[in-house]
């Protein structure tokens, strides 16, 4: 098991900032490679970004140069930095865990995942 608190959602008007984090139990999580997805009301789970063990980072195409995905091993927390948010980022964030070197964009390929932290962003 490897237990995944989100924090840091919250309100914040459109081209606002948010910057979530997910802290990770384990002694290996510095060989895991994690992700962030997010899930609106009535639609299906979609990859926002995911960061391998050596910091490579990998981004849904439309949070490029919005979003920032990033890690510190030495605080078993793994970050996702988001600006210029638009109301259509509405959504609840889940952090996602895989014991694996390599990077995954679809949810099934994660086995570990926290309860998730809500974004609404206002017009």
């Known amino acids: 098991q490897v237990p995944l608190v989100e924090s840091g959602g919250g309100l914040v008007q459109a081209g606002g900032s948010l910057r979530l984090s997910c802290a990770a139990s384990?002694?290996?999580?510095?060989?895991?490679?994690m992700g962030w997805f997010r899930q609106a009301p009535g639609k299906e789970r979609e990859f926002v970004a995911a960061?391998?063990?050596?910091?490579?980072?990998y981004y849904a195409n439309s949070m490029k140069g919005r979003f920032t995905i990033s890690r510190d091993n030495a605080k078993n927390t793994v970050y996702l930095q988001m600006n210029s948010l638009e109301p259509e980022d509405t959504a609840v964030y889940y952090c996602?865990?895989?014991?694996?070197?390599?990077?995954?964009?679809?949810?099934?390929?994660?086995?570990?995942w926290g309860q998730g932290t809500r974004v609404t962003v206002s017009s």
């Open positions: 996602a865990a895989r014991s694996s070197v390599a990077v995954a964009t679809t949810p099934n390929e994660f086995r570990y």
């Open positions: 384990g002694r290996t999580f510095s060989s895991y490679a």
């Open positions: 960061i391998n063990w050596k910091s490579n980072t």
